[in-house]
């Protein structure tokens, strides 16, 4: 949500801040912009745009400090008034922010008696806040300001009289790169790996004071204080596309490399001494952690209870002592799974991490924390990230209860015969990528798989798509049913298998479309299926990891022909740092 990168040094800060916004782009994609303090002028120089960061390019600006800001727009369309970096009404002080601003109203009031305001943005009142306090000191200014603030930040901000960047934190992630002779601050660490691998993540009602030549953290109360410094181990191979049309093809074909990579890590030493497991995620994690469910209740036998994290947070939920809360996020920086864990922690339960980010917010905050080796997930559809959550899920589910999962050793050759299937996928996309809705059922483990295959197709291609467990439809969704309306049915050979049949003709009987994934050698579901994808025979309980493949494959091949923006769908973003 929001990408920030800032640059003070001797080198032409623009093209360096251009190139980190391409790296932060995934965070928001709305409109762009770069502020440098001019050399020759001495004053701050604006240069924005509406769209891509693409856009800034070859409109340099000379000059050794600046920031750059890439936007997912909460207040205010993606114009140029409202792109960072913004302006005090002198034109001195350029802030660029990241979160929200959730007083606005109240200052913006108190202040456009003395400050004219340009945007719609909730940013702005941060520049004529500080505008306000700033009598020469600019740290001072931002601590006296941000003291205002109700809501979460990631600040950086410049003055032009000043060979520094003074950055603050509250909610939002930002972290510092350490360089010779000259300093980077920046929402990631994938914008910071090309110029240096030494950071310093700043935590919450920090701040932080960057010159060319030294880095300054101070706590809450203004007092200066050290921090570790984390050498980080980012191959920045990992951020191109090697040959592939996108992001996203490139990270399904990884798939199964990452659940060999995953089934190698080191598990945590976790105590099975729980009356129940919580798991609180969003998106696509919390559809791993509905997968979850199925795998600890049926290996492990503990109850579990899954939320989605916007909703945990304000449910009062009954969970403590004795309770294991676990946090699935591919970022760990997600604010509702981050508040979700706040609030478990505050109430006395154990909380476990299955984060795929190093040092993210969430995984630093959680007691114990497992690391997904799903390396940088660069396309905004996660899809490596929830294999490896999967298998991390697994893995738990054997320590927990201390019996091995038959079939899990063989899943990634398996998983590579599926990954083959693009072939297969694409045939079928050619039959149906004009439609404009679509269903996708599973039953029991493969429940929320079709929940995952269903929300894969709708933010790539735009397709209206729902998952319904497979029961349900009878009691309202089959209503939709027509020739116009196929449905993707997840239908391996299980002990649900029959069942899902049944609901299969039931669709059937009033012309409904079916493409089914169905288990290698079954021939009888071409009875009851127009389309079919195979895939590898494994245990019931392995099936979602190899089902979920093809309709990735599906989604992919269905908005690759529809010509969307496959790694950068329109109003999303893959941090989702605001509420
Ligand atoms: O970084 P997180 O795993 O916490 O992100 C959660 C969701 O925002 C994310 O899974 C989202 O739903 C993806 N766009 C799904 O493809």
Not at 115 to 130: G, M, R
Not at 338 to 364: D, F
């Amino acid at each position: 949500m929001c990408g920030i990168i800032g640059y003070i040094g001797s080198k032409e800060a623009y093209n360096i801040l251009l190139q980190g916004l391409k790296r932060l782009e995934y965070r928001g994609y709305d409109s762009a912009g770069i502020g440098i303090t001019d050399s020759k002028t001495g004053k701050i120089v604006l240069n924005k745009a509406v769209g891509r960061v693409e856009k800034l390019k070859g409109k340099e600006i000379k000059g050794t400090i600046g920031l750059g800001h890439t936007r997912w727009a909460t207040h205010g369309k993606p114009t140029l008034e409202n792109a960072h970096p913004h302006l005090d009404c002198s034109g001195k002080i350029a802030i660029v922010h990241n979160g929200i601003i959730e007083n606005y109203l109240e200052l913006k009031d108190r202040l456009k008696k003395k400050h004219t305001f340009s945007s719609e943005t909730d940013s702005e009142v941060i520049a004529h806040l500080i505008s306000e306090n700033y009598k020469g000191d600019l740290r001072k200014a931002v601590m006296e300001s941000i003291n205002d603030l109700y809501g979460t930040y990631a600040l950086c901000i410049i003055h032009q009289d000043k060979k520094e960047i003074v950055v603050a934190r509250n909610g939002s992630p930002i972290v510092i790169g350490l360089g010779e002779k000259e300093n980077l601050v920046a929402s990631d660490v994938s914008a910071l790996v090309e110029h240096t691998k030494r950071v310093i993540y700043l935590d919450d009602l920090e701040m932080a004071v960057l010159k060319q030549d030294s880095v300054e953290i101070f706590d809450k109360d203004g007092k200066k204080i050290e921090k570790n410094i984390v050498t980080i181990d980012w191959d920045l191979t990992q951020a191109e596309k090697a040959g592939f049309k996108h992001f996203m093809v490139k990270e399904i074909h990884e798939q199964p490399d990452i659940i060999r990579n995953t089934l190698n890590l080191e598990m945590p030493k976790i105590k099975n001494d729980f009356k129940r497991i919580f798991i609180v995620a969003c998106g696509t994690a919390w559809h791993a952690g509905l997968v979850g469910k199925y795998i600890l209740e049926k290996h492990a036998r503990i109850p579990v209870t899954v939320d989605v994290a916007s909703e945990f947070r304000y449910m009062d939920p009954i969970i403590g002592k004795g309770d294991l809360f676990i946090a699935i996020s591919q970022s760990g920086e997600t604010a509702d799974t981050l508040a979700a864990l706040r609030l478990a922690k505050k109430k006395g339960a154990k909380t476990l991490g299955i984060i795929n980010v190093m040092n993210s917010t969430i995984a630093r905050e959680c007691d114990d924390v497992i690391y997904t080796r799903a390396g940088i997930e660069i396309g905004v559809a996660s899809t490596k990230a929830y294999i490896s959550q999967l298998i991390v899920l697994y893995m738990l589910a054997e320590s927990l209860s201390g019996k091995e999962i038959n079939g899990l050793k063989d899943l990634a050759a398996k998983a590579l015969k599926t990954v083959d299937l693009k072939v297969k996928a694409q045939e079928i996309a050619k039959k149906y990528f004009r439609v404009y809705n679509f269903l996708f059922i599973g039953r029991n483990i493969n429940y929320p798989t079709a929940l995952e295959g269903a929300l894969k197709l709708k933010e790539i291609s735009y397709i209206h798509a729902e998952g319904y467990s497979a029961g349900e439809m009878k009691h309202g969704p089959i209503a939709l049913v027509t020739d116009q309306v196929p449905t993707v049915a997840i239908a391996p050979k299980d002990s649900v298998y029959s069942k899902m049949v049944s609901n299969m003709q039931e669709i059937k009987a009033r012309n409904g479309r079916i493409i089914a994934i169905a288990t290698e050698g079954d021939k009888d579901i071409a009875r009851y299926a127009d389309d079919i994808i195979y895939i590898p025979k494994t245990e019931e309980i392995l099936t979602p990891v190899l089902a979920v493949i093809p309709l990735q494959l599906l989604a992919y091949s269905i908005a690759d022909m529809r010509d969307c923006d496959v790694d950068k769908p329109r109003n999303l973003a893959k941090s989702v740092t605001v509420e």
